[in-house]
């Protein structure tokens, strides 16, 4: 085959390339999303959380369709090897992202792998869970000295506009 | 003294014979002698400890727990400990609590105590915002005692102990009968904030002495209303002493701790000078003030919101917040 500089440059090329060739990719991919429906937090690589995020996503779209419809429940026993999670799937996890219509998931790195690679690692989470959160929301000390002053000053507010009506 | 120009320059319109000042000490004078009184005892307190004997001292806080410092009785204070540990502790810590009681940052240690040291932004400041509101009174009350010409004579009451949520702190004090119909302008409540700038700039130490009210009374000999002021906290104290402030060369009576130094206070100004009415010795005044400290400055919005509602007078509730377990209270 003709050696072009083309095959050694991929500038503009989206698509990511995981092991051995594309269906060695699905089914890595595959297990992670089995993982991830089972334990609803995982830790991976930073690459194979990112491809994972779109089947995982994709997932739940189809699981909200309801276990009666045909293609669903075969995207779903396809992509999960492990068939006790297939009723988790659709008693779960489609009610509760029936309000939601996108953003099922949620990634945060987290430091390297301390191996020889040190290869970007990654948490993918569904929203939900019942884990401590990722990001823990600080709450703001409501006694300091400026926060007492506002909460007076919120009070008299407060009182002036009860005493007006 | 360009404060003073400025309020003279106001109050230039008054013509007013000053016959009965001859009989006062000139301030100046009254200052010295508060001063040199301070100093002698201080001295005298110091001199009770001619060996340096060493104490225990265990602090406890964040990262802290466990650290044991060998300090020295009666020379080192809580500031000496936080400057063993880190820059910090030295800039942030505003009070300290040794074995669970409120205690000034620059008063000598006795014992072997354990300590912790508090700042603006602990789980629960109340004891430190508490101190702080008490310290910017204080402030106020030095601000006004030197503002006015020598002509006029300044009484300070004791200050009110208000809350922090009522939105202002208050100094009481009488003025000279010849003021009674002086209202403040704008122009004099921003001089008496200038005033308070520069102390705040000079970042004085507030030292704290701990004197039996024989003393307190040498002090204030000039002044019936602080001498009956210092009798009535001595009669409240537990321990019988009184607590003296001493802030450059202005010595004050506190009810509680204050905290260490002027330059803790960033954000400050007098916002209003309220009339109370007659009272016991003269037309009674309400000065209030706002201030915020060095750690948690207000964004402008919100600063001119809370400044506003400061102008408002300020009544006094009596001490139904005060916790339980301090000591060194009125």
Redesign the interface.
């Known amino acids: 085959m003709r050696l072009t500089l083309q095959m050694l440059i991929s500038h503009g090329r989206m698509a990511r390339r995981m092991g051995l060739g594309p269906e060695s990719r699905i089914n890595m991919l595959r297990n992670i999303l089995t993982g991830l429906v089972r334990h609803e937090r995982i830790e991976t690589t930073l690459a194979r959380a990112d491809e994972v995020r779109f089947y995982a996503e994709k997932l739940v779209d189809y699981a909200k369709k309801g276990d009666k419809d045909e293609k669903a429940m075969k995207m779903a026993s396809f992509w999960l090897t492990e068939k006790d999670l297939v009723p988790k799937l659709f008693k779960v996890l489609a009610p509760r992202f029936e309000t939601q219509s996108h953003g099922y998931t949620r990634m945060a790195r987290i430091p390297n792998r301390q191996n020889l690679d040190r290869a970007k690692m990654a948490v993918l989470e569904y929203k939900g869970n019942p884990f401590p959160p990722l990001y823990p929301a600080k709450k703001e000390n409501e006694l300091t000295l400026i926060n007492q002053l506002l909460k007076g000053y919120r009070e008299e507010r407060a009182q002036q506009l009860d005493a007006k009506l | 003294q360009n404060n003073t120009n400025t309020l003279g320059k106001v109050l230039s319109f008054c013509s007013f014979a000053s016959a009965a000042a001859s009989l006062r000490p000139l301030p100046a004078e009254v200052r010295s002698q508060r001063n040199a009184v301070f100093s002698r005892e201080q001295a005298r307190q110091r001199a009770l400890y001619p060996r340096i004997e060493k104490i225990e001292v265990s602090m406890h806080g964040p990262g802290l727990d466990g650290t044991l410092l060998i300090m020295n009785r009666g020379m080192s204070t809580p500031l000496s400990c936080a400057r063993h540990l880190t820059e910090h502790h030295v800039k942030n810590s505003a009070l300290a609590l040794v074995d669970g009681e409120p205690w000034p940052l620059h008063q000598p240690l006795t014992s072997s105590c354990s300590l912790t040291l508090l700042t603006?932004?602990d789980?629960?400041?109340?004891l430190?915002?508490q101190a702080?509101w008490r310290s910017c009174a204080a402030l106020l009350g030095q601000v006004i005692e030197t503002a006015f010409k020598d002509e006029y004579t300044v009484e300070l009451l004791s200050t009110p102990e208000v809350a922090?949520?009522?939105?202002a702190f208050c100094c009481d004090v009488v003025l000279d009968p010849q003021l009674d119909s002086w209202t403040p302008s704008e122009e004099s409540l921003r001089s008496l904030t200038r005033g308070a700038q520069q102390l705040i700039h000079q970042d004085q130490a507030w030292e704290p002495l701990e004197v039996v009210p024989s003393v307190a009374l040498e002090v204030f000999s000039h002044s019936r209303c602080k001498q009956e002021e210092v009798e009535q906290k001595a009669s409240q104290n537990p321990k019988g002493t009184v607590m003296l402030y001493r802030c450059g060369d202005h010595v004050l009576l506190s009810g509680g701790p204050l905290v260490a130094r002027t330059g803790l206070c960033s954000q400050y100004e007098v916002t209003a000078l309220h009339n109370l009415g007659q009272g016991s010795w003269g037309v009674q005044r309400r000065a209030q003030g706002?201030s915020?400290?060095l750690q948690?400055q207000?964004h402008h919005t919100?600063w001119r919101?809370?400044r506003q509602?400061a102008e408002k007078l300020v009544r006094a509730t009596n001490l139904c917040f005060l916790p339980q377990t301090v000591v060194q209270q009125s």
């Open positions: 603006f932004k789980s629960d400041p109340t430190v915002n702080y922090v949520t009522s939105g706002l915020l400290p948690l207000a919100v919101k809370l509602r």
